[in-house]
């Protein structure tokens, strides 16, 4: 017996007879079962897209509707209409995938496809501009979050419910590898589509939502059995508070405050995480408590879904803020260094980080049909080493890489991520009772969301302090050395470092943009077109950046190593339907 916090984790039979029904009969039609992994599989990839897809289309949605992210008070709306669908995913994933098992999870999928497709109509009409237009974005983007998690809640119970148990493995792995994949392709999108029209990144998804909401209606059916059960209103309501005022103190904790680089001290992170954190306790406590809970704590006694959730999470922490440190590695430094342009860094950052894609896409189907034979342990724990691995060989490249063998590593990361993924989400499902597979899908997201979130502010906050320490004093002397105004040099090179940051990730010009038109013309003109080129900001970050990049490495390293202990400890092969056979099931 292992107990994780006050809960008992035990392998036994009891754990299985605690667990619910039997699984419901597989379908007697075959088509149907790619049928619903064709329709989720488009869901989740197109819900995971939109997750990414303002990332790259960032510079061209401000400057659409004429707003300066870098403006202070401006930075809100860059991070919120990042964040914000993330947050919303987040809290709401298993409260939807427990209104699937209740009320159908085809149709509260069906229900997500209708929502999501009309928040991205809403986003595409956006007529207004400054502050009202940043704020009607948020607004609908929030809403488009709301979509996304019903598709996400529901999609792995369904094909769960859809697929036989010795077919789960590649039907969870495609799944599975669609949805993470779809965070890479969006950044591709975002840079092909937000040159053209900011509103074509928003618009894209409508014709696909339209004609997947109508597929979804017309050939998906729910092969669940219901469970006929109150609605947990006091769970539900404190575990969105709970999360959301903790997430609002991580996002408000990576932005500068009172002349710090970051705002940890600040009374509103202080407060939000504080009492976010005393309101999810309650919500435990609350759990504990009532007949009918939204967050089934007793599937914690499946010693599979217990490791494998575990490890979601950890997996999640550790490579959720690895692409924004990528993308800021790529577009503040090395593209420039190799001759682009700064307006054109966005796009060729999506482009170059495709290996980890090609890597996620062959080795998650493998690897979940593998599972399927020889089961999630060996898979998942193998992924999460080579992760780690992958991480360590990025520590040891140079600031100014060698593509090729940058590359490799993404690949070698993306295969690992993708051994990982899909044998784990198996594991995960399969250990679940088939009336708690909503619940217990949704509760895996919720962990990977919410993972996802925190690695942001843990990695901003790393990065952030790593350049705190000496990039003032750096890039200060360097504006000296090119003739500017020690009085100004001075000023910009006390700007919080996290202003440097979010101009390369916008694909501006940070220099030129910090200083303005009206400084650089009491500038020599060589000196002027030294300080906005595509070598001296580079230059200068290289140093202070590598101390940032390397702590965060480490981090995501620990990371992947605990998550591959926690997966080498769910024990062997374990799929509860097969355990229900063998026992009497008592009243739920």
């Known amino acids: 017996m292992v107990y994780l916090g006050r809960i008992a984790v035990t392998v036994d039979r009891r754990s299985a007879e605690a667990a619910g029904p039997a699984d419901p009969a597989v379908p007697v039609d075959d088509h149907y079962k790619w049928v619903a992994l064709t329709n989720t599989t488009a869901g989740v990839l197109l819900a995971t897209i939109d997750a990414s897809i303002l990332i790259i289309a960032m510079p061209d949605i401000f400057r659409g509707i004429k707003l300066d992210p870098l403006v202070p008070g401006n930075s809100v709306y860059l991070l919120w209409l990042i964040l914000g669908y993330l947050v919303t995913g987040s809290v709401l994933v298993v409260s939807l995938g427990r209104l699937g098992d209740m009320y159908g999870r085809v149709r509260m999928y069906n229900l997500g496809f209708v929502i999501y497709t009309t928040a991205s109509l809403f986003l595409t009409i956006d007529w207004m501009t400054g502050h009202e237009g940043a704020l009607w974005l948020l607004v609908w983007r929030v809403v488009q979050g709301v979509g996304g998690a019903f598709l996400v809640g529901n999609s792995g119970a369904i094909l769960t419910d859809a697929f036989p148990v010795h077919q789960r493995g590649l039907a969870l792995g495609i799944n599975n590898v669609a949805g993470i994949s779809g965070t890479f392709i969006g950044l591709v999108l975002g840079g092909l589509l937000a040159p053209i029209s900011w509103r074509l990144v928003f618009l894209i998804s409508v014709p696909t939502g339209v004609f997947g909401t109508i597929w979804a209606y017309r050939r998906l059916h729910d092969l669940s059995q219901r469970t006929k059960q109150p609605i ?48 999810l306790a309650a919500f435990g406590l609350i759990e504990t408590r009532v007949r009918y809970p939204m967050f089934r704590l007793s599937l914690f006694r499946i010693k599979a879904f217990t490791f494998g959730t575990i490890s979601t999470f950890l997996a999640a922490l550790g490579r959720g803020g690895l692409m924004f440190m990528l993308i800021i590695w790529l577009q503040g430094i090395w593209l420039p260094l190799h001759g682009y342009s700064f307006a054109r860094t966005p796009f060729w950052a999506g482009v170059y980080m495709l290996p980890m894609t090609v890597g996620f896409l062959v080795a998650g189907p ?223």
């Open 232 to 279: 947990d209103w006091a769970g539900n309501l404190t575990f969105a508070a709970g999360l959301i005022l903790v997430m609002i103190g991580v996002t408000y904790g990576i932005q500068p405050y009172g002349g710090h680089p970051l705002g940890w001290t600040s009374p509103l992170v202080i407060t939000c995480v504080t009492v976010g954190v005393l309101v």
């Open 366 to 588: 493998i690897a979940g049909r593998l599972s399927d034979r020889f089961g999630s342990r060996p898979f998942a724990t193998g992924g999460m080493l080579a992760a780690a691995g992958a991480f360590v060989l990025l520590e040891l490249l140079p600031i100014n890489f060698s593509y090729p063998a940058f590359a490799g590593i993404l690949l070698l990361n993306g295969l690992a991520m993708g051994a990982f993924s899909a044998p784990n989400r198996v594991g995960v499902m399969n250990s679940l009772p088939a009336r708690h597979r909503g619940a217990g899908g949704g509760m895996n997201s919720t962990f990977m969301n919410s993972a996802q979130v925190f690695s942001l502010g843990i990695f901003f906050s790393l990065m952030i302090a790593g350049l705190a320490a000496t990039l003032p004093r750096t890039l200060s002397s360097g504006l000296i050395a090119q003739g500017v105004a020690p009085g100004t040099a001075q000023q910009i090179g006390h700007l919080p470092p996290i202003s440097i940051l979010f101009a390369s990730f916008l694909g501006y010009n940070p220099i030129g943009h910090l200083l303005g038109a009206g400084a650089l013309l009491h500038l020599p003109a060589a000196k002027a077109a030294e300080l906005t080129g595509r070598s001296f900001l580079p230059g200068l970050l290289t140093g202070p950046f590598r101390t940032g990049l390397h702590i965060a490495f480490a981090f995501s390293i620990a990371c992947c190593l605990i998550a591959a202990a926690a997966s080498w400890s769910r024990g062997g092969r374990y799929v509860a339907a097969e355990h229900e056979l063998t026992s009497k099931q008592p009243s739920d």
